[in-house]
């Protein structure tokens, strides 16, 4: 009875063992491709997903700390239409500084952050008439200084009173070097955007006196 060689294969050549290697080598390289090709997007996304989870479960309790039990007074020669400003910030707000969407009320999302309960399944990227990436971009920004928000106001800051940006209108704005955070005032005032960089215009800008 003739012995086959291991490396031999009916239809194909015999193969020595570094043969075999390059060959399985390259193939391996092209399932990689095939597979990234396939579900790279998507694992990407889902890792996007996770960093974006897991910041808002570390900044949750600063915000409720820094933000929603406390309020501030602040005034500046920067303020013509009212002589201060008093914030309050609501749990509700912290959902929209992130820029994401969710199926779940805006206080039911700050809980979840807040008890460490918040799943991917919990908010998404989309809204309407804005692209994905888009709003991906966006959010990229904000995540990466959430946690600057948090000393705002215990570091030497600049405010600007009727702060627009783009489509965005504010009563006033507060920035550091690093963020610019917008304010909606009715009685009291609420965070109403946060972006990245300091947007306050040189010309009306003026520091913040107190808070």
């Known amino acids: 009875m003739e012995t086959l060689n291991p490396f031999q294969q009916v239809g194909m050549e015999t193969l020595n063992p570094l043969q075999l290697q390059?060959?399985?080598?390259?193939?391996?390289?092209?399932?990689?491709?095939?597979?990234l090709l396939l579900y790279g997007g998507k694992m990407s996304e889902i890792r996007f997903k996770e960093r974006v989870r897991d910041i808002a479960i570390d900044v949750a309790?600063?915000?409720?700390?820094?933000?929603?039990?406390?309020?501030?007074?602040?005034?500046?020669?920067?303020?013509?239409?009212?002589?201060?400003?008093?914030?309050?910030a609501k749990e509700d707000n912290f959902q929209h500084l992130l820029g994401i969407n969710s199926p779940i009320k805006p206080k039911e999302f700050f809980q979840k952050c807040l008890n460490g309960t918040l799943q991917e399944m919990d908010f998404?990227?989309?809204?309407?008439?804005?692209?994905?990436?888009?709003?991906?971009?966006s959010v990229r920004k904000k995540i990466q200084i959430l946690h600057n928000m948090l000393s705002l106001f215990h570091n030497e800051c600049i405010v600007e009173e009727g702060f627009s940006r783009n489509k965005l209108c504010c009563s006033f704005a507060a920035a550091?070097?690093?963020?610019?955070?917008?304010?909606?005032?009715?009685?009291?005032?609420?965070?109403?955007?946060?972006?990245?960089?300091?947007?306050?215009?040189?010309?009306?800008?003026?520091?913040l006196m107190c808070y």
């Open 61 to 88: 309790q600063g915000y409720k700390r820094y933000y929603v039990d406390y309020e501030y007074l602040i005034c500046s020669e920067a303020f013509k239409v009212k002589r201060y400003y008093i914030i309050d």
């Open 22 to 35: 390059s060959k399985l080598l390259k193939i391996s390289k092209r399932m990689m491709f095939i597979i």
């Open 124 to 137: 998404d990227f989309n809204k309407r008439g804005i692209q994905e990436q888009s709003v991906k971009g």
């Open 176 to 207: 550091d070097n690093t963020l610019t955070l917008g304010f909606i005032s009715a009685v009291k005032s609420y965070p109403m955007t946060l972006l990245k960089g300091n947007l306050i215009s040189l010309r009306n800008g003026k520091k």
